[in-house]
C-alpha cells in the first residue's frame, strides 16, 4: 500500500477541491439548478391549479362534465410534439399529463357534487 492508503496502481478520483464527505463543486451547482428548477416546476403547477379550478367552478356552473376528451386528445398530441422538439421523451410527457389531468379531473368532479349538494340544500 502506498503512504495514501491506496493499492501501488490503483486509480484515484480526479481531485475536485472537496474534502472528504463534500459535494464537489460541479455536482452542488447542478444540484442547485435542479433545486431552482423544482421550484418553478412546483409554482407552475400551483398556478395552474388554481387556474383549473376556476375552470371547474365554470364547469359545474355551466352544467358541462368534469372532463373533456376532445380537448384532453388535442392536448396530449400538442404535448407530444412539444416534448419531441424539446429533448424529452413524448411517453414521459404524455404520462405526466395524464396524471395532471386525472387530478383535475377528479377536482372539478369534487366541485361538481359540491354544487350538486348546494343546489339540493337551496
Known sequence: MSAAGA???ARRAPDDGAGAGAVPPRLAAYRATIDN??????????ERFRCT??????KAELD???SDPEREERQVAR????????GLDPVFAEKFFAFVVAEVIRH?????????REDRGR
Open 7 to 9: 493499492a501501488p496502481g
Open 64 to 66: 358541462l362534465p368534469p
Open 53 to 58: 379550478q376556476r375552470v371547474g367552478e365554470l
Open 37 to 46: 428548477l423544482d421550484a418553478a416546476l412546483v409554482h407552475l403547477l400551483a
Open 79 to 86: 404535448l407530444r410534439e412539444l416534448a419531441a422538439q424539446s
Open 108 to 116: 372539478h368532479e369534487a366541485i361538481r357534487q359540491g354544487a350538486v
